[in-house]
C-alpha cells in the first residue's frame, strides 16, 4: 500500500501504520484521515492480519492534533461536519473494528492525536510522551470523542480538569491515571507492542472481534452527538477566531469571552 501521509507495511500478522507528516507533527489534515481509514480497511480486509498497531513517524510526535491551519476558517456547520466525518471515519471506525488497533504512543498526543489513540482499543506510551486535549486553549471542545473517551479513561474528574487546563500530562501519569496501558523508552517502543501484539495474534481472531463488540457495548453513546453539535458551534465564536489565529499568528490568545 502506498500514501502520501502514511507509511503502512505487514509482518507476521502485524499491520503497522505509521502517520507520516513529521515536519507538521503528524497533525491530521483531512487526507491524512481519508489515507488512515484506507490502510485501516485493507488491513482488517486482509486476513494474515491479527493486529494492527499505530504510531507517528520521527521523534517528537505521535500526532500533535487536528490540523488547526485547514478548519481556522470553518463555519459552525462546515466545523460540525468536520467532527461528525471524522468520527465516522476513523475514531468511532477504529473503536468498533473487529480486528484489534493499538496505539504506539511515540511522543506528543494532542488534541485529535490523543483522541486517535483513545479510539484504538489500548495505548503503549515511550516515556518522552506528552498526552493533552489542548482544545479549549483555541477556542473550541474536543470533537473527535475527546470528551466522551477520557473519562471512560480516567475518569470524570481527571478528564474534567484535563479539558479545562488544556494542559498535558507526561506518560508517567496517563500510566498511572490508566490513559496508556505500559511506558517503555521511545527506542524499545515498537518493539514491546509488537511483543504484545503477537500474544494477541495467537487467539482466536473471531473471539476477539466479538470480545471488542462486547466491551464497547457497555459504554453509552448518547455524548458523541452532543460533543458534535458543541464542537460545531464553537467555530461560530470569536473566542474560536482569536484562538485559531492567535496559533497560527504563534502568540497567545486572549479570549474576548462571553
Ligand atoms: N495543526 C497544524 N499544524 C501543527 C499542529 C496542528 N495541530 N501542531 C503542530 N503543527 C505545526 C506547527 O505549526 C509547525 O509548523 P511550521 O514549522 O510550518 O510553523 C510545526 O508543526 C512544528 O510545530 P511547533 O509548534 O513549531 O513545535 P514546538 O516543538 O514548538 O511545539 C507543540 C510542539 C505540540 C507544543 C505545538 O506544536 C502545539 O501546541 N501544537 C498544537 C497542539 C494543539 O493545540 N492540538 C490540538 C488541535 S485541535
Same mark, same amino acid.
Given at each position: 500500500m502506498s500514501f502520501e501521509n502514511l507509511l503502512a507495511s505487514a509482518e507476521n500478522g502485524i499491520g503497522t501504520i505509521t502517520i507520516n507528516r513529521p515536519a507538521k507533527l503528524n497533525a491530521l489534515n483531512r487526507a491524512t484521515i481519508n489515507e488512515?481509514?484506507?490502510?485501516?480497511?485493507?488491513?482488517?480486509?486482509?486476513?494474515?492480519?491479527?493486529?494492527?498497531?499505530?504510531?507517528?513517524?520521527?521523534?517528537?510526535?505521535?500526532?500533535?492534533?487536528? +490540523?488547526?491551519? *485547514?478548519?481556522?476558517?470553518?463555519?459552525?456547520?462546515?466545523?460540525?461536519?468536520?467532527? =461528525? &466525518? @471524522?468520527?465516522? %471515519?476513523?475514531? +468511532?471506525?477504529? *473503536?468498533?473494528?473487529?480486528?484489534?488497533?493499538?496505539?504506539?504512543?511515540?511522543?506528543? =498526543? &494532542? @488534541?485529535?492525536? %490523543?483522541?486517535?489513540?483513545?479510539a484504538c482499543h489500548f495505548r503503549i506510551a515511550s516515556d518522552n510522551a506528552k498526552m493533552g486535549l489542548p482544545e479549549v486553549s483555541l477556542g473550541v471542545i474536543p470533537g473527535y470523542g475527546g470528551t466522551q473517551r477520557l473519562p471512560q479513561l480516567i475518569g470524570k474528574g481527571r478528564a474534567m480538569e484535563m479539558i479545562m487546563t488544556a494542559g498535558m500530562i507526561p506518560a508517567e501519569d496517563a500510566k498511572a491515571w490508566g490513559l496508556v496501558n505500559h511506558v517503555v523508552s521511545q527506542a524499545e517502543l515498537l518493539d514491546f507492542t509488537k511483543t504484545i501484539a503477537e500474544k494477541i495474534a495467537k487467539n482466536s481472531p473471531v473471539a476477539i472481534s466479538k470480545a471488542i463488540t462486547a466491551v464497547n457495548a457497555g459504554f453509552v453513546k448518547e455524548g458523541y452527538n452532543e460533543e458534535i453539535r458543541g464542537f460545531g458551534q464553537a467555530f461560530g465564536t470569536e473566542d474560536f477566531k482569536e484562538g485559531t489565529t492567535a496559533f497560527i499568528e504563534k502568540r497567545k490568545p486572549v479570549f474576548p469571552g462571553r
Open positions: 488512515l481509514n484506507d490502510a485501516i480497511t485493507a488491513f482488517d480486509a486482509d486476513t494474515d492480519v491479527k493486529v494492527i498497531i499505530i504510531t507517528g513517524s520521527g521523534e517528537k510526535a505521535f500526532v500533535a492534533g487536528a +490540523d488547526i491551519a *485547514e478548519f481556522a476558517n470553518f463555519t459552525e456547520e462546515e466545523g460540525e461536519k468536520l467532527a =461528525a &466525518l @471524522g468520527q465516522t %471515519l476513523l475514531f +468511532d471506525f477504529i *473503536e468498533n473494528l473487529g480486528t484489534p488497533v493499538i496505539a504506539a504512543v511515540n511522543g506528543f =498526543a &494532542l @488534541g485529535g492525536g %490523543l483522541e486517535l489513540a483513545m
